[in-house]
């Protein structure tokens, strides 16, 4: 062939590819048809018939593929090397919480990096459960109350909430604060832990910041193929702080509840998955690469979010940008890794980017795990009206309105966990 027609035939196919980058599908009609990869047969083609050969054969193998091809294996275990009191205070929001805020100090060679972690719990009960989560613009920005520390971590500049070089300021305090009904969940008995995702890696296409150069070796820049992007790190994270609660005396650590929204609700399922420890999952808006599924390539998809954010996922992935069809796995086999923990999946109606319905879908057939431990799934076959939740071992919720994490999602999380915290009364 002569290398015109070569150099032609490869434009056709990149305008081609790019063409499908840029085209967002709205429109269930053009959902391709697609076969998922199955939950429960092995690689060697074995039936998973019971929990015994799931948590042998076929859960490890999902977890393998998920850290290789999606999110990246962490390199090597770190430990926390100290844990700094900043605060201890007994009495908060008119007497109803506790607050204390501490780092998180991790330190290799040289390399120093601190996780400031902040927890409300609700006053003199023993062993209380809590919810934990990372926050998007640093812990101050949660609450008004001004005794909350500042991050000096690089967070995306916002100039009309005053945060410029990349630095916080004081007028950022609170401003996340509906996002965050503290005092709610004080009361409903639970406590509430939270971090800045970016104190673990700064949520930026930069492999040279947070935590990630902790594991390089001389000469090296960047994480291998198939190890850790920024998703991947952010729930290392998680199960630090994990570390860090089980030393805490007034926190039962058997109900940790790990919830994110967005990419922080992807954050969450990846911790969960990774760290049995986490009792249960709530995953608000996670749409890619979250709860929905790959292969309706309905909204954002592989392409869209590998090449807008570079750093979420391994290398590896990127062999999937308009391939969805040939992932070895699909989203519900994340949610499958949960089972047979509680989990809690949302939707938003407005939010299509995020493709309620293969949220609900994957949710729906992560339910043969469930099924395996002789625990219900999602408790209806078809996807629920807005804002009627649905609540078996797996829980499901699309809200009116935009993607966001909102008033009405926290009291359905806190019934949730409500649900299944709670002893069972007899009747009798
Ligand atoms: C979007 C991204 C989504 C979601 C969201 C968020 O821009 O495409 O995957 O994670 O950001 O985290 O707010």
Not at 19 to 48: F, H, T
Not at 302 to 307: E, F, L, Q, V, W
Not at 392 to 420: E, S, V
């Amino acid at each position: 062939m002569n290398s015109y027609l070569l150099t032609f035939l490869s434009l056709l196919i990149s305008i081609n590819v790019s063409a499908q980058l840029n085209q967002v599908n709205y429109d269930e009609k053009e959902v391709p048809e697609y076969k998922l990869p199955e939950l429960l047969i092995s690689k060697s083609g074995r039936k998973i018939k019971n929990t015994k050969r799931w948590e042998k054969i076929r859960r490890p193998e999902i977890l393998k593929l998920f850290q290789q091809e999606i999110y990246g294996k962490v390199p090597q275990t770190i430990r926390i090397s100290d844990v700094n009191v900043h605060e201890e205070t007994t009495d908060v929001f008119d007497g109803l919480a506790t607050r204390t805020q501490v780092e998180l100090v991790f330190r290799k060679d040289d390399q120093e990096l601190g996780v400031n972690v902040l927890l409300y719990l609700p006053k003199d009960t023993a062993k209380v459960p809590v919810f934990v989560g990372y926050n998007f613009k640093g812990n101050h920005a949660i609450n008004d109350d001004p005794n909350i520390l500042l991050t000096d971590s690089w967070v995306p500049d916002n100039p009309s909430l005053g945060i410029v070089h990349n630095q916080v300021t004081e007028q950022s305090r609170g401003v996340s604060g509906e996002r965050w009904p503290i005092e709610e969940i004080l009361k409903s008995g639970y406590g509430i832990v939270t971090a800045y995702y970016g104190d673990v890696d700064p949520d930026r296409d930069n492999f040279q910041d947070g935590i990630h150069p902790f594991t390089y070796r001389l000469g090296q820049f960047r994480p291998g193929n198939d190890e850790w992007g920024s998703v991947s790190a952010w729930a290392w994270g998680l199960s630090r702080i994990m570390d860090y609660l089980e030393t805490v005396p007034a926190i039962d650590s058997s109900k940790v509840v790990v919830f994110g929204h967005s990419r922080l609700g992807k954050t969450a399922l990846w911790a969960a998955a990774n760290d049995q420890r986490f009792a249960m999952c709530i995953s608000n808006n996670s749409g890619c690469l979250g709860a929905a599924l790959s292969r309706r390539q309905f909204g954002e998809t592989i392409g869209k979010i590998t090449s807008t954010f570079p750093h979420w996922f391994c290398e590896n992935l990127n062999k999937y940008s308009a391939r969805e069809e040939l992932l070895p796995v699909d989203q519900h086999m994340l949610l499958g890794l949960i089972a047979p923990r509680p989990l809690y999946v949302t939707s938003a109606t407005a939010d299509l980017w995020a493709d309620p319905k293969g949220e609900f879908l994957s949710a729906s057939e992560a339910g043969k795990v469930y099924a395996l431990y002789e625990k219900e799934g999602l408790p209806v076959a078809a996807m629920p009206e807005p804002n009627s939740p649905v609540m078996g071992t797996i829980g499901y919720h699309i809200r009116k309105g935009k993607h966001n994490i909102t008033a009405y999602d926290w009291k359905q999380f806190i019934r949730f966990a409500q649900k299944h915290f709670e002893p069972v009364v007899p009747t009798e």
